[in-house]
């Protein structure tokens, strides 16, 4: 009998059963800066997702320790970068509160409209930026025009455009420019009445909708598994906002024009739903402090500060509603001039966790979506 050969043709190492690690990043500008998410893949579903961070760590935390009260506020501004305000904000509500410090009245009300204004400025740059990582081009041309009038304000007022350096411990920098309220309040209205721009043309596209509806929903329970806050949590139904909740500045006495909007859904759409009505309550709490500041008597905005600063021992936590979410300051003090230990609880770094929970079970093609809708600054996750 004439013997035989048998010959297997194989498909490349049992592929029906063999999953493929896929790197997202961590090339800039991939994912709003330098993240790098790793995806395994079951075909064209993800079955798991590890974000690996760590790229663009810059040790605050630690430089911190090394710099005095007065120079740490330029190291704050800078992990999250579209909220450089608000960042400078926390570190000195931190210290104040070491000090039993009370900030002249004018210099609240400058500060809660300066923070509102800062958040209009970040929200706008992701309700630009999340259309078009979803292939639509034109409202990151429409939300740029809206953040260059709001820029231009907060520029005049500061000397930056990015990095404010406008806060002090005990109050401000310096009081506002002759007639600055009058041209701040023109560029709130002006913004005001071209938001229908996101209203109309990003909620109102039906390829948006389609490609947000329904993906990427995060339960409640996750939200306080992971410590989320922000926008994102109240897509899912937490209803949890530190200036209403806890106020701090003057956001006690703007609790009639302070609207927390939340949604249910928990999905893509209702994240940036949620974004774009809380844009729209900065620009009315912007106003609100205009009137406010109006009617206030001419009066200093600052509290005269010794040479050297140095805070009492001790250790104290403040906390603000950052336009991402709860930033968090723990601030452990020696009796010296410079922090024993500040700790910093930035909002993008909880978030941004959440993504092992989101991306699992869903399709590659929605992973950007998803990622997307986070609203995050990597320089905030790293710090």
């Not at 010959?7 to 800039?28: F, K, Y």
């Not at 993240?35 to 760590?54: M, N, Q």
């Not at 509160?97 to 929200?123: C, F, K, S």
């Not at 399709?363 to 710090?383: E, Q, R, W």
Request: proline residues 4%; charged residues 20%.
């Amino acid at each position: 009998m004439t013997p035989t050969t048998e010959t297997t043709v194989g498909i490349g190492g049992a592929a029906e059963s063999t999953d493929m690690v896929l790197n997202i990043g961590p090339q800039h500008p991939s994912t709003h800066g330098v993240l790098r998410l790793k995806l395994v893949l079951d075909g064209e579903r993800i079955t798991s997702a590890e974000p690996v961070i760590g790229y663009m760590h810059r040790g605050a935390e630690k430089l911190f320790e090394a710099r005095d009260y007065r120079q740490i506020i330029m190291l704050a501004n800078r992990h999250d970068w579209l909220s450089a305000f608000s960042n400078e904000l926390g570190v000195v509500l931190a210290v104040e509160r070491m000090l039993g410090m009370e900030v002249p009245t004018r210099a609240v009300w400058t500060r809660t409209l300066l923070a509102e204004l800062n958040r209009v400025l970040n929200h706008l740059m992701f309700l630009g930026s999340y259309p078009l990582e979803l292939g639509g081009i034109t409202p990151v041309f429409y939300a740029f025009r809206e953040r260059e009038v709001l820029q231009n304000v907060m520029e005049e007022v500061s000397g930056g455009r990015m990095h404010y350096m406008f806060n002090r411990v005990g109050g401000l920098k310096e009081d506002l420019p002759a007639g600055w309220t009058t041209r701040a309040r023109g560029a709130v209205a002006a913004v005001r009445s071209r938001m229908d721009v996101f209203d109309d043309l990003v909620l109102g596209n039906e390829i948006f909708r389609g490609r947000t509806r329904g993906v990427g929903a995060l339960s409640a329970e996750a939200v306080h598994a992971y410590g989320v806050s922000g926008p994102v949590a109240r897509a899912s139904g937490v209803d949890f906002d530190l200036r209403r909740d806890e106020p701090y500045l003057a956001y006690g006495e703007l609790q009639d024009t302070l609207k927390v909007v939340t949604r249910t859904d928990g999905d893509c759409l209702a994240r940036f739903e949620c974004l774009l009505a809380q844009t729209h309550n900065a620009l009315d709490l912007a106003d609100a402090c205009l009137d406010r500041l109006a009617e206030l008597a001419p009066g200093p905005v600052n509290q005269r500060l010794p040479k050297v600063l140095k805070a009492p021992e001790g250790h104290t936590y403040a906390w603000t509603e950052n336009p991402l979410g709860i930033n968090g300051y723990y601030l452990v003090s020696k009796g010296e001039k410079t922090p024993y230990r500040l700790k910093l609880r930035s909002a993008s770094y909880n978030n941004i966790q959440a993504l092992a929970e989101l991306l699992p079970g869903t399709l590659v093609a929605d992973m950007v979506a998803i990622l997307g809708s986070l609203f995050f600054v990597v320089g905030d996750i790293d710090k």
